[in-house]
T-cell receptor
Framework: GAVVSQHPSWVICKSGTSVKIECRSL??????MFWYRQFPKKSLMLMAT?????????EQGVEKDKFLINHASLTLSTLTVTSAHPEDSSFYIC?????????????FGPGTRLTVT | GNSVTQMEGPVTLSEEAFLTINCTYT??????LFWYVQYPGEGLQLLLK?????DKGSNKGFEATYRKETTSFHLEKGSVQVSDSAVYFC????????????FGGGTRLMVKP
C-alpha cells in the first residue's frame, strides 16, 4: 500500500525559533497533500491544502505567514512553523492523495509532535 | 455543509465484548464514508470504507454499513481485543478530486483484559 512518511517524528524547539516538518509520499506521486493539526484528545483540524507547484490554500483562521507550506515536488511537502510559541505545540499530521483512482484515496503520515518551550 | 457526529468516548470494554461506535453524517451530494484508526502516538490509518448506500466496509473484524436512510455509518466488531484500543474517527468525502475529508470528533476505545 501507499506509504507517507514524516520527519521528524517529534521535535522540541525554543520559543521564537522556526521548525520545519517534512512530508513525503514514498511510493507514489502526490499532486495534493494536506496538513492537519490535532490537539490533545481532539479531532483533526485541516490547516491547508498543498498543491505541487502552486501556493497552498489555507483554511479560515490559519495564519499563512506563520505556517509556511512548500510543495516543491510531487513527493515532498514541507510545513515550517515560524517564530514558534508554546501554543503552537501540537501533533501535526500530513496526508497525501493519490492523483488518480475512483476515490482519490488519502494516505496519512505518522505525525510529528511539536513541543515549543 | 458537511459534518460528522460521533458518540463521545471514552468507550471502555472488556476483552471479547461487542463494540458499536455510532456515527451519523450530514452531507451534500452522495458521500463516501470512512473509518480511520489512530493508535497511540501514531497517525491515522484507514480501517474501512464504503462508497455508496448499502455497501458494507469490513477489515480486521470491524464492519460498518452505509445507511443512507438514517445517514449513519456505525462501526461494529463482534469481539474486541486489547490491541484494538485506539481512537476511531468517522469521516466523509463528497465529490471527486477537489474535496477533502471531513472528520468526526473521534471516539477513544479502551479495551481491558
Amino acid at each position: 500500500g501507499a506509504v507517507v512518511s514524516q520527519h521528524p517524528s517529534w521535535v522540541i524547539c525554543k520559543s521564537g525559533t522556526s521548525v520545519k516538518i517534512e512530508c513525503r509520499s514514498l511510493d507514489f506521486q502526490a499532486t495534493t497533500m494536506f496538513w492537519y493539526r490535532q490537539f490533545p484528545k481532539k479531532s483533526l483540524m485541516l490547516m491547508a491544502t498543498s498543491n505541487e507547484g502552486s501556493k497552498a490554500t489555507y483554511e479560515q483562521g490559519v495564519e499563512k505567514d506563520k505556517f509556511l507550506i512548500n510543495h516543491a515536488s510531487l513527493t515532498l511537502s514541507t510545513l515550517t512553523v515560524t517564530s514558534a510559541h508554546p501554543e503552537d505545540s501540537s501533533f501535526y499530521i500530513c496526508s497525501a492523495r493519490e492523483p488518480s483512482g475512483p476515490t482519490h484515496e488519502q494516505y496519512f503520515g505518522p505525525g510529528t509532535r511539536l513541543t515549543v518551550t | 455543509g458537511n459534518s460528522v457526529t460521533q458518540m463521545e468516548g471514552p468507550v471502555t470494554l472488556s476483552e471479547e465484548a461487542f463494540l458499536t461506535i455510532n456515527c451519523t453524517y450530514t452531507a451534500t451530494g452522495y458521500p463516501s464514508l470512512f473509518w480511520y484508526v489512530q493508535y497511540p502516538g501514531e497517525g491515522l490509518q484507514l480501517l474501512l470504507k464504503a462508497t455508496k448506500a448499502d455497501d458494507k466496509g469490513s477489515n480486521k473484524g470491524f464492519e460498518a454499513t452505509y445507511r443512507k436512510e438514517t445517514t449513519s455509518f456505525h462501526l461494529e466488531k463482534g469481539s474486541v481485543q486489547v490491541s484494538d484500543s485506539a481512537v476511531y474517527f468517522c469521516a466523509l468525502k463528497t465529490g471527486g478530486a477537489g474535496n477533502m475529508l471531513t472528520f468526526g470528533g473521534g471516539t477513544r476505545l479502551m479495551v481491558k483484559p
